[in-house]
């Protein structure tokens, strides 16, 4: 894990999941240690046909599949899905290189920016994921 990425001006999710705020939205994707375990991305299904759809805090808005494993996506926040990396389609594998930037999953507009109080900062998901056993 030290040698991962945890950039400190995000909030990160006990099911791997980062978030950057900017105003009243969410950018939403999964952490590099996430990415690591999972290996090779190679496939990320989101709701690209439903564009406003309204998402819980924790609530499931994806999946994401690579050559070890598939696993479900968990928003961090509640609110209206209002843009998704249409990018993903077509090579799922930006996931792998960058995560926090280009392979960023979903943009949410926040309905309760309390939910950003029940995520970690970056040294609480750093130690979270080193003593997990994630």
Do not use: C
Request: glycine fraction near 8%; charged fraction near 30%; charge should be negative.
């Amino acid at each position: 894990m030290a040698d991962l990425e945890v950039p400190a001006n995000l909030k990160y999710s006990q099911t791997h999941e980062w978030v950057r705020v900017e105003g009243d939205e969410a950018t939403v994707g999964i952490t590099a240690y996430a990415q690591n375990e999972l290996g090779d991305v190679v496939f990320v299904e989101l709701p690209w046909d439903e564009a406003g759809r309204e998402v819980a805090a924790e609530g499931k808005f994806g999946d994401v599949e690579s050559v070890k494993a598939a696993s479900e996506l968990f928003s961090p926040v509640a609110g209206a899905i209002i843009r998704m990396n249409e990018a993903l389609k077509e090579t799922p594998d930006i996931v792998n290189s960058d995560p926090y930037g280009d392979g960023w999953m979903i943009v949410v507009k926040l309905s309760d920016k309390g939910d950003l109080d029940r995520l970690m900062d970056a040294a609480a998901y750093e130690a979270f994921a080193k003593t997990a056993g994630h």
